[in-house]
């Protein structure tokens, strides 16, 4: 299945209905309702279905340069750059700033909420990588709020007009709509790795087998990143070592030839 961050196989899908189903819905001092279960599976299928315009798609996230430059020859490489954004890049740092932004939203925390927004759009390696958090973030926010109305949403997001970032947009809607936030964690990493599987595959290139082959052997460090942003409780304690993914960026913005915009 193709989503609106690239390709998730069937048993990534029934892992995100397994961890849903069996996480207690949420509610907070400010939200005087509840949700079911289902009604949050459809919000987080909905935010990463095919037919919700983030855009996210046309980033590669520096994978274009990788390959370029021999870096990524095939799919064990590939699974490997994924990888490291998943557990030591971009991939890690998002999900936590996602999880933070959740538990402020979730329990009506404004303050943490504007400050771990600050911090998510300023913790950007290069260039590259903050159009690629900032784009898809507007148009979610965009999206979300027309879609999915919410007054407390649509208050944050008029406080940080253009500089929310993709996760930090999803966190906080996720947050205030009552998406648990270990399912809210999970979809979204999918999503970031199935769209760097996605770029691979036409970027190598390779089959859509090996692609989803790919994808599949990437569960398990999707949750372990989402164990690790779960678990955090204090924006200090985060942190990437990816420098070979800036560098690649870096060199991806006077590349001669592009595809993708990252």
């Not at 907070?28 to 987080?44: G, H, S, W």
């Not at 590259?128 to 007054?151: C, D, I, M, N, R």
């Not at 270990?182 to 996605?198: P, Q, Y």
Request: charged share 15%; aromatic share 6%; net charge negative.
């Amino acid at each position: 299945m193709r989503t609106g961050m690239g390709t998730i196989t069937i048993n990534s899908i029934r892992t995100m209905t397994t961890i849903i189903i069996t996480t207690t819905t949420t509610t907070t001092a400010m939200a005087a309702d509840t949700i079911t279960e289902a009604e949050a599976l459809a919000r987080l299928l909905a935010w990463l279905s095919p037919a919700y315009p983030v855009g996210a798609f046309s980033y590669s996230h520096g994978l274009e340069t990788a390959v370029e430059e021999g870096a990524v020859r095939g799919r064990d490489d590939l699974v490997a750059y994924a990888e490291a954004a998943l557990l030591q890049g971009a991939g890690a740092v998002d999900a936590g700033l996602l999880a933070l932004c959740w538990r402020a939203a979730a329990g009506g925390d404004d303050a943490a909420l504007d400050e771990v927004t600050e911090l998510g759009a300023a913790w950007r390696g290069t260039a590259e990588l903050g159009l690629e958090a900032k784009q898809p973030g507007a148009a979610f926010a965009q999206v979300t709020l027309a879609a999915w109305p919410e007054p407390r949403l649509a208050a944050f997001l008029a406080r940080h007009a253009g500089r929310l970032t993709h996760a930090v947009a999803f966190g906080a809607a996720a947050g205030f709509h009552g998406v648990p936030p270990r399912a809210a964690c999970f979809g979204w990493l999918s999503g970031f790795a199935a769209n760097l599987v996605s770029a691979g595959v036409r970027l190598v290139p390779l089959g859509q087998t090996d692609g989803q082959i790919a994808t599949a052997a990437l569960v398990p460090a999707i949750a372990r990143a989402t164990d690790a942003a779960v678990a955090l409780r204090d924006p200090d304690e985060l942190g990437s070592a990816a420098l070979a993914i800036d560098l690649f960026s870096m060199r991806h913005e006077t590349q001669y030839t592009r595809l993708f915009r990252s």
